[in-house]
């Protein structure tokens, strides 16, 4: 399996702080994503990335920005946080699984508070 | 963009019966849909997927069907056990085949009534 840790996996913040999230990877997988998942309304793709050099929009990228440090590090901010966004997140990898074929693997999940 | 619809929200069945839940998708050039169960406070995990080559596909207890002209795909799982209650994910590709990622439905909550 995809060795997909996140930090922090809590944490607590004030309106209008700055927050990042952190993602690595241990695999060698070249594409990554960040999906926040609200009760009720599933997971939802915020970012995606192909390598450093190629990071792409997904529906609901606004207020959020990311930066891919190196293949194995993709990390998310949040510039000025908002009680909305209070959400849990999660990073995933995505690459070809010996014997089960491609596939998305997601990391433990970051919840954070925004009060 | 994709969007994906699932049903029902919540569904509760008896112990050995069988469950099932529907997904509709509404991009005809979706190529990938993966299930994925996720307990309380854990990550969601793959269960079983289905690419649009193929109508059907089983692993034990577990099989989905896709119907491409109809755009809908569920999930069956037969003979259930406790450790089947969770939160049950549906989600569709985009012609990507899932390298640009997915669009999810909201999801299943399956209860297992011993």
């Known amino acids: 399996d995809a060795d997909v840790t996140q930090t922090p996996r809590n944490r607590i913040t004030k309106t209008g702080k700055r927050i990042m999230l952190e993602c690595s990877q241990t695999k060698g997988h070249d594409r990554m994503y960040w999906y926040r998942q609200d009760p009720g309304l599933g997971l939802r793709l915020i970012y995606y990335s192909f390598d450093v050099k190629d990071i792409n929009k997904g529906e609901i990228s606004d207020g959020y920005s990311v930066s891919r440090q190196a293949q194995a590090k993709f990390s998310l901010s949040l510039e000025s946080a908002i009680p909305n966004q209070t959400a849990l997140y999660f990073c995933?990898?995505?690459?070809?699984?010996?014997?089960?074929?491609?596939?998305?693997?997601f990391g433990p999940g970051t919840r954070l508070t925004v009060t | 963009g994709e969007n994906v619809e699932q049903h029902p929200s919540t569904l509760s069945v008896q112990e050995g019966d069988s469950a099932v839940i529907k997904c509709t998708y509404s991009?005809?050039?979706?190529?990938?849909f993966p299930w994925y169960k996720q307990e309380l406070g854990k990550r969601p995990q793959l269960i079983i997927d289905i690419r649009s080559n193929v109508g059907e596909k089983k692993d034990q207890r577990i099989a989905v069907t896709l119907n491409k002209t109809a755009k809908h795909f569920s999930l069956h799982i037969t003979e259930t056990q406790p450790e089947d209650s969770a939160v049950y994910f549906c989600?569709?590709?985009?012609?990507?085949?899932?390298?640009?990622?997915?669009?999810f439905g909201k999801g299943t909550h399956l209860i297992i009534q011993p």
């Open positions: 989600a569709a590709s985009g012609a990507g085949g899932g390298a640009d990622g997915l669009t």
């Open positions: 991009d005809s050039a979706s190529n990938y």
């Open positions: 995933a990898t995505y690459d070809y699984v010996l014997g089960r074929d491609y596939e998305q693997y």
